[in-house]
């Protein structure tokens, strides 16, 4: 079955630092990516997307670049925050099914 | 903003006992889903809702669950008769079409004893 994983379980950074978060997805059909954060008893907040035709994307102190060759997604997160610390998950969609598959997370802490 | 909301935000039941979780998607929205997150892990999909049908579902939405669209706003989940294993965040989304973003509500955390 399809899977999205994520390369590291924990992330600590210092406060005004970059922080990058990586994502493997297994699904070479995947043509639209979504980035959440989940704040402590909070429901998943979207950060940004991307779809299949295009490998970056920015936002607000955030860039999400995709590398559909080895199946990489990655979110940078620029001047990182202590509003920052949450749990960020990459979500994976087919364009032909409905749901939207999640990887475990990445814990990010921001030490001030 | 519009946003997804749900109800209760926790609900402790007892084991065998039914459970309704109640959603009001975003209101021009036309895709409709229940996600669960058991403590600590991963976000899990249980079921889609399009056109007053269900498009797609997990194999952890069996038989004790159900979902319905009794009205024009709300969407809901049924749990029939709750195990502990139940026990999890249950979020409801809700995205306006197929290619968009989906957005999700705060959760109804389930505790069931």
């Known amino acids: 079955g399809e899977s999205v994983g994520l390369h590291l379980p924990t992330l600590s950074v210092q406060e005004g630092d970059n922080s990058i978060i990586n994502c493997a997805y297994s699904?070479?059909?995947?043509?639209?990516f979504i980035w959440y954060k989940q704040e402590s008893g909070k429901g998943p907040q979207f950060i940004i997307d991307i779809r299949s035709n295009m490998d970056k994307r920015q936002g607000q102190r955030v860039t999400v670049l995709l590398n559909k060759t080895v199946k990489h997604l990655s979110l940078q997160i620029a001047a990182t925050q202590p509003g920052d610390s949450a749990v960020y998950f990459c979500?994976?969609?087919?364009?032909?099914?409905?749901?939207?598959?999640f990887g475990t997370g990445t814990s990010l802490t921001v030490i001030p | 903003e519009p946003e997804v909301t749900q109800t209760p935000s926790h609900q402790v039941t007892q084991m065998g006992q039914e459970v309704i979780l109640r959603c009001v998607p975003i209101s021009n929205h036309l895709y409709f889903y229940w996600y669960r997150q058991i403590l600590g892990q991963k976000v899990e999909f249980l079921v889609s809702f399009y056109n007053n049908e269900i498009s797609e579902k997990s194999e952890i939405f069996d038989d004790q669950f159900s979902v319905e669209r009794p009205d024009g706003s709300n969407f809901t989940l049924k749990i029939r008769s709750t195990k502990l294993e139940d026990s999890a965040m249950y979020f409801c989304?809700?995205?306006?079409?197929?290619?968009?973003?989906?957005?999700f509500g705060e959760g109804s955390w389930l505790t069931v004893v």
């Open positions: 699904n070479s059909a995947s043509d639209y």
């Open positions: 989304a809700s995205r306006l079409t197929a290619g968009n973003t989906i957005y």
């Open positions: 979500a994976e969609n087919k364009g032909t099914g409905n749901q939207f598959y």
